[in-house]
């Protein structure tokens, strides 16, 4: 997981890779919270947030969040100063956060 620069008005990527099997590493002697956990995982659990918003991000003109199995990632179209800070990603287990800035443009 890298921390993501861009210049004010281009494109970022986030980019993560949550496995489908990680159930595993929380308790591995639970056989049957693992088999749980793994048949109910779907990509569309996975939420994006910004900052602290307990609301998750949304697609839209600017913000395009993806799923494909346990890939999961968000495109920020054109980014603004409004949109630095932590880009968290959230599902039923696991939190990864991003830091995401602009570069100085002097």
């Not at 088999?35 to 003109?61: A, C, H, M, Q, R």
């Not at 395009?64 to 932590?86: M, V």
């Amino acid at each position: 997981l890298e921390d993501i620069r861009v210049k004010e008005g281009q494109s970022a990527t986030f980019e993560c890779i949550i496995p489908a099997s990680y159930g595993t590493m929380i308790q591995n002697e639970k056989i049957v919270f693992f088999l749980n956990f793994f048949f109910s995982f779907k990509g569309s659990d996975v939420k994006w947030y910004k900052g602290t918003s307990e609301w998750p991000i949304k697609p839209s003109k600017f913000f395009k969040p993806k799923s494909d199995g346990t890939k999961h990632q968000l495109f920020i179209l054109e980014a603004y100063a409004e949109d630095e800070g932590l880009i968290l990603i959230i599902d039923k287990y696991i939190l990864i956060s991003f830091s995401f800035s602009l570069l100085s443009t002097l």
